[in-house]
T-cell receptor, first 111, second 114 residues
Framework: QKEVEQNSGPLSVPEGAIASLNCTYS??????FFWYRQYSGKSPELIMS????GDKEDGRFTAQLNKASQYVSLLIRDSQPSDSATYLC???????????FGTGTRLTVIP | DGGITQSPKYLFRKEGQNVTLSCEQN?????MYWYRQDPGQGLRLIYY???????QKGDIAEGYSVSREKKESFPLTVTSAQKNPTAFYLC?????????????FGPGTRLTVT
């Protein structure tokens, strides 16, 4: 069983729509959750971190965490073509300094 | 500017040669990491180091070696024992302890071995 699972996509949304990206994880004691954006050929860029149940908003991005259901999601409001990228979910476990990464969801925002 | 630098950006080598990838950070981060990324796969951890002169194997350490002689530097050597070395190599760093779990990545080195 994979530690962190994401739908690989591709996910296509029209410009201005809300893009919803989901991630599930297997370890119930996971404590830290991150979303990275990776443009083609580039390195991952941290865009959101969340540690507590509920929503965390930063500009057009909202991260949602539900530890009981073991999922974390990322909503992108007013999607722009520049949001087209692969989004990686990463999970950190208690007592560990490492992160476990999903394989990423490729998002395409259609103008 | 604070950040993580990796060099070179692109590296080409013949099979059977060892090659060393550079990673330097001036963020005063204690922990540093090396990942490998292959098409269609997530990031896989090769080695990590939480303090100077100490490092641990990750999930795919075979065929790789590292050193951590300075806090700022964490070079990775891809040896000839690594069966499939062609990949995108990413270095990351973060602060240690209970404050700050975020890992930040360098720009990466794309290694091609023929």
């Amino acid at each position: 069983q994979k530690e962190v699972e994401q739908n690989s996509g591709p996910l296509s949304v029209p410009e201005g729509a809300i893009a919803s990206l989901n991630c599930t994880y297997s370890d119930r004691v996971s404590q830290s959750f991150f979303w990275y954006r990776q443009y083609s050929g580039k390195s991952p860029e941290l865009i959101m971190s969340i540690y507590s149940n509920g929503d965390k908003e930063d500009g057009r991005f909202t991260a949602q965490l539900n530890k009981a259901s073991q999922y974390v999601s990322l909503l992108i409001r007013d999607s722009q073509p520049s949001d087209s990228a692969t989004y990686l979910c990463a999970v950190g476990q208690t007592g560990a300094n490492n992160l476990f990464f999903g394989t990423g969801t490729r998002l395409t925002v259609i103008p | 500017d604070g950040g993580i630098t990796q060099s070179p950006k692109y590296l080409f080598r013949k099979e059977g040669q060892n090659v060393t990838l550079s990673c330097e950070q001036n963020l005063n981060h204690d922990a540093m990491y090396w990942y490998r990324q292959d098409p269609g796969q997530g990031l896989r951890l090769i080695y990590y180091s939480q303090i100077v002169n100490d490092f641990q194997k990750g999930d795919i350490a075979e065929g790789y070696s590292v050193s951590r002689e300075k806090k700022e530097s964490f070079p990775l050597t891809v040896t000839s024992a690594q069966k499939n070395p062609t990949a995108f190599y990413l270095c990351a760093s973060k602060t240690s302890g209970s404050v700050g779990y975020e890992q930040y990545f360098g720009p990466g080195t794309r290694l091609t071995v023929t």
